[in-house]
């Protein structure tokens, strides 16, 4: 007897829930009531009927028919799930319900979540960017300066990480301005430096050419050569 019941249970089958819609179903409007009527409309497309009357969901929950009905009709017409004609094996044509709309729903949630955080991160490093800028020149910056630190972000589309690289060049060229700063920037756009990773391995060849120039007349120096981006 107690094989039977479990046998029936495997039987049965499962219902798998995806966890964004458990995460997310408040964000895209949803509320509980309108989630378990979804699933169980997933729970008789999972078993093979595409089309469950008001009846049949209503008997599974603890609303009546015509609260089902009313639940169904604000759902369609939010676009939470759609109906579409199909055909039977019988070439008899018939309706059934498609949750096609709010896997969509959930997708464009995730996306414009994901926009969000991109955002406030890059409002996070512009601002980072100014705090580090002014730090590193002991002072406030100009308007103009702030100018030149838009321009390079919003149309030079110079990511904040490789701007705080050409300044880190610029302190160790000793030639911290920011006419020195663009200079570095527009050669580094101009040999394809995108990166962190990039602008190290070119700011290092760059001060290795510069060294090999310099090298015979610092030979009897001890003094620490200043590498010129202004001379490239």
């Not at 989630?35 to 409309?41: C, D, N, S």
């Not at 580090?132 to 972000?153: D, H, I, N, Q, Y």
């Not at 090999?212 to 030979?219: A, D, E, F, I, L």
Request: aromatic share 10%.
């Amino acid at each position: 007897m107690e094989k039977d019941i479990i046998l029936a249970w495997i039987e049965e089958g499962s219902l798998q829930i995806p966890q964004l819609l458990m995460a997310n179903y408040k964000k895209i409007g949803l509320n509980e009531t309108e989630v378990m009527l979804i699933l169980q409309v997933y729970s008789f497309l999972e078993k093979g009927n595409d089309f469950p009357t008001p009846e049949e969901l209503s008997e599974r929950m603890t609303i009546h028919n015509s609260m089902c009905s009313s639940i169904l009709r604000k759902l369609v017409q939010n676009q939470y799930i759609s109906i579409e004609e199909g055909v039977s094996e019988d070439n008899i044509r018939l309706e059934k319900y498609s949750l096609t709309p709010l896997w969509n729903k959930l997708i464009e949630n995730i996306l414009y979540d994901k926009k969000q955080k991109e955002l406030e991160k890059n409002l996070h490093d512009e601002t980072n960017l100014y705090t580090v800028f002014e730090k590193e020149f002991g002072r406030p910056l100009s308007p103009l300066e702030c100018e030149t630190l838009a321009m390079w972000l919003d149309q030079d589309h110079q990511s904040p990480t490789v701007i705080i690289a050409a300044l880190r060049e610029a302190v160790i060229s000793g030639k911290l301005n920011f006419r020195y700063i663009d200079r570095i920037l527009f050669e580094w756009k101009k040999n394809g430096v995108q990166t962190i990773e990039q602008a190290r391995d070119f700011g290092q060849k760059f001060r290795q050419q510069q060294r090999k120039k310099t090298q015979s007349v610092q030979k009897s120096s001890n003094t620490v050569p200043f590498y010129n981006w202004l001379e490239q």
